[in-house]
C-alpha cells in the first residue's frame, strides 16, 4: 500500500494537477484576502484573524479537491490499467486507502504555506500576536476534516464514471450538497422541529463548531463516519467490478 501511495503522490507532482492545485488554491486566497477590496480583505477588515480564510477556503476546496480525485479511478478505467490494479496483491480497502491518503497529503501541502498568512496576522495584531489561536488551529484542523470528506466523496464519484470531467462536476455538485445543502433544506418550513437535525447532517455545522475552537467528539465522529460511508461506497464499487468480471468469464466459459 505504502507503494501505490508513493505512486500516487508522485504522480501528483509529475504532473501540472498537483502543483496547479496547490498554486490555485493559494492564489485564490491571497488575491481575496490581502489584495481584492472586498469582505474578505484583512487589511480592510480591520482584526488581528484568519476568520476570512476558513470562510473562503472550504469553497475554493469544492473546486480544487474534485480536480484533484477526478482521475484516480476514472482515469484507470478509461486507459484499462484499473484490471492491472486490481490484480495487484493489494485489497480493494488497500488501493482506496493509498488513492485518499495520497489526495488527502496533497490538501495538507495546500495548507502549509498558508501558516505565513497566520505569520503575518499575527505581527500585524495590536498588540502583537493578539489574535485567537484555539479558533485558528480549530479551524485548520476542520479544513482537514472537511477537505478529506471532499476527497473521499471524489474518489467513489471517480470509481462510478470513466469520464474524468463528469467525475469533475459530479464530485463538485455532491460536495457543494453536503456542505450547504442541508443548510437550504433545513430552512424549509417542511420539516418543522427537525431542522437543527437536517442542520447537523451537513459538513458546514460541524466545520463551524470546529472553527470556534472546541474539537467536539460528535464533530470528529461525524467526518470520520462521512469518510467511511464515501469509502465503503467506492469499494463496494470496485467489487461489483470484479463481479461483473467474473460473470462475463463464466458466460464466456459456459457459451464454450
Known sequence: MLTLFRKEIFSFLNSLIGYLAIIVFLLVN????????????????????????????????????????????ADEKRSGTIEMLLTKPLTDMQIITAKFLAGVALVFFSLLPTLVYAFSVYQLGLPKGNMDFGGMWGSYIGLLFLSS??????????????NQIVA????????????????????????????????????????????RGVIDTRDVLYFLSLIGIFILLTKIVLESRKWEKQERVIKKTAGK
Do not use: C
Not at 464530485?171 to 443548510?183: E, H, I, P, R
Open 30 to 73: 491571497g488575491l481575496f484576502l490581502w489584495v481584492f477590496p472586498l469582505g474578505f480583505n484583512i487589511v480592510d477588515y480591520g482584526y488581528a484573524t484568519l476568520d476570512n480564510l476558513f470562510l473562503l477556503s472550504p469553497f475554493v476546496f469544492l473546486f480544487l479537491v474534485p480536480a484533484i480525485t477526478m482521475r484516480s479511478f
Open 149 to 162: 470528506a471532499f476527497v473521499a466523496i471524489g474518489l467513489f464519484v471517480s470509481s462510478i464514471t470513466e
Open 168 to 211: 469533475f462536476i459530479l464530485a463538485l455538485m455532491l460536495s457543494g450538497f453536503a456542505y450547504t445543502g442541508f443548510d437550504f433544506v433545513s430552512e424549509l418550513s417542511l420539516f418543522g422541529k427537525a431542522d437543527l437535525f437536517i442542520m447537523s447532517l451537513g459538513i458546514q455545522a460541524h466545520y463551524t463548531s470546529m472553527s
